[in-house]
Structure formats: C-alpha cells, structure tokens
C-alpha cells in the first residue's frame, strides 16, 4: 500500500484550526470555573447575612424578657412568679444614711458597679448624689402594698376602692420595676432632708441636671420622663433612673424615646 502524506499547506491549516479549538476550550472553560467560583460566594455571603440578622434579632428578643436590659416591667407586662435576679450589694456610702434597709441596698449584678461609678463621678463634681431606694423583693412590695390598702380602709374606703388607691400609689406585687434590680431612686443628701422625700421638684436642682447629662454614660436613662406620661402610665419621676447598659442607654438618649418605645423599635 502507498504510504500516505500531507502536503505542507495542509498540515499548517490544521495546526492553525487545532490551534483555534483548543484557545475556545481554555475561554469556555475560564468563565465555567468563574461561574461556579461566584455562585458559593455569593451564596456564602448570605447565609452569613441571614445568620448575622438572626443573631441581631435574637440578642434584642432576649434584652427584652424578664431580666433583660430593655425588659419593661408594668401592669401589662408583669415578672415571672418565679423570676430572681442576680444581685450585689452597693457599698453603704453610695446610699443615703437614713437607708438602713439592707435588701434595698443591693442591685443587679450589671448595674451595682456602674451606680457606684456614677455616684463618684457625681461626687468628684461637687454633686453629693446618693441612692435612696434600690432593689425591692416581691415579697416586700406584697407587704407594703396590703399596708397601703390597709391605710384606704380606715379611712373608709371600700376593699375594691381601697386596692385601687394602692395600686396607683404603688403599683401591684410583680408588675414594678424595683423588683428587677435595675433602677434606682436618687437624690442628693440635702434636697431629701429639706422636702423629707423624694420629690419631683428634683427636676429643678443641679443634681437632676448632672444626672440628665451624665447618667447614660453609665447606662442609666430617667425611666418615666415628663413628656412620656400618656406612654409609660406612670406620673413623672425625676429621681427614678434606670440602667440599660451604656450602648442603650446612648442610643435611647439620641432617639428621644423612652423605654416603651425603644424596646419595640
């Protein structure tokens, strides 16, 4: 048989073809490898996302139960019967020496170092800042609120009229915010001698400005404040003041909004 040849005309056309071919295959190949390269990533940086909003959405749900530092705390919203928080005592020089009551000179375990920071801070100021009330038990808003009704009933009221007062003056066993821990009724040593109380004309002393400028810095915001009265149901206090933690606290400040309405937002 005749041995076959390719002329040398021939042979360059098909190395030029051959040529071709294979630079399309490195082409198609290259955008495959970028397309599945892209797809995980992007897919990557979503879970990532959706995990990160999870994350976001279940630390605020959490600040927001009983115990939280957003937790709101009224007649709508009471404790668990069983809720205990986990408390610390406050030195005795940060309270006023009249408060012989130990019980109320202790505070949740985050908010007790940052009061006596405040009271320091306040003090280093020349502002003689002091805690007049702090954690309450259930059981001892219990006994003071059937004290309180027993005081309506002699003087007249009926059972139902009686409680009612009660509950106004004080607030149900349960549903107050002194029995998380959290808050702290505060006024200065001088202002409390000369009224005999805790009053609201606080608001009119330096103190109250000192605490208005400087508290959230420590994680604390005036709780029931007096343009929020149709919110949180609850009369102004200017000497109830409480913590959120210093971020929170901030931000509640810069919203204009008080806790009601920041724990929804």
């Given at each position: 048989?005749?041995?076959?040849?390719?002329?040398?005309?021939?042979?360059?056309?098909?190395?030029?073809?051959?040529?071709?071919?294979?630079?399309?295959?490195?082409?198609?190949?290259?955008?495959?490898?970028?397309?599945?390269?892209?797809?995980?990533?992007t897919s990557s940086a979503s879970s990532s996302s959706t995990a990160s909003t999870a994350s976001?959405?279940?630390?605020?749900?959490?600040?927001?139960?009983?115990?939280?530092?957003?937790?709101?705390?009224n007649a709508d919203n009471p404790l668990p019967s069983d809720f205990?928080?986990?408390?610390?005592?406050?030195?005795?020089?940060?309270?006023?020496?009249?408060?012989a009551d130990e019980e109320i000179k202790k505070?949740?375990?985050?908010?007790?170092?940052?009061?006596?920071?405040?009271?320091?801070?306040?003090?280093?100021?020349?502002?003689?800042?002091?805690?007049?009330h702090g954690y309450k038990s259930v059981e001892t808003d219990r006994t003071a609120f059937k004290n309180k009704v027993k005081q309506y009933r002699t003087k007249g009221y009926s059972a139902s009229k009686a409680s009612s007062r009660a509950t106004e003056a004080l607030g149900e066993p349960g549903t107050t915010e002194d029995e998380t821990g959290l808050s702290v009724d505060m006024e200065t040593e001088t202002f409390y001698k000369q009224v005999g109380g805790l009053r609201q004309s606080f608001s009119q002393t330096?103190?109250?400005?000192?605490?208005?400028?400087?508290?959230?810095?420590?994680?604390?915001?005036?709780?029931?404040?007096?343009?929020?009265?149709?919110?949180?149901?609850?009369?102004y206090e200017p000497y109830h003041w409480r913590y959120v933690g210093t971020d929170n606290a901030r931000k509640i400040e810069q919203s204009g909004k008080c806790l009601e309405q920041y724990a929804k937002s």
């Open positions: 048989m005749a041995k076959r040849t390719v002329r040398p005309g021939c042979a360059g056309f098909l190395t030029a073809i051959a040529v071709v071919a294979i630079g399309a295959g490195v082409f198609f190949y290259s955008i495959y490898n970028k397309r599945n390269a892209t797809t995980p990533t976001t959405t279940s630390t605020a749900n959490s600040e927001t139960k009983a115990g939280g530092l957003l937790a709101v705390v205990s928080p986990t408390l610390t005592t406050v030195a005795s020089s940060n309270y006023l020496a009249a408060t505070l949740d375990t985050r908010a007790a170092p940052q009061v006596e920071k405040m009271i320091k801070a306040a003090h280093d100021d020349g502002v003689d800042l002091f805690i007049v330096d103190a109250y400005a000192w605490l208005v400028k400087n508290a959230p810095e420590y994680g604390f915001i005036l709780r029931y404040p007096k343009s929020k009265v149709s919110v949180t149901g609850v009369e």
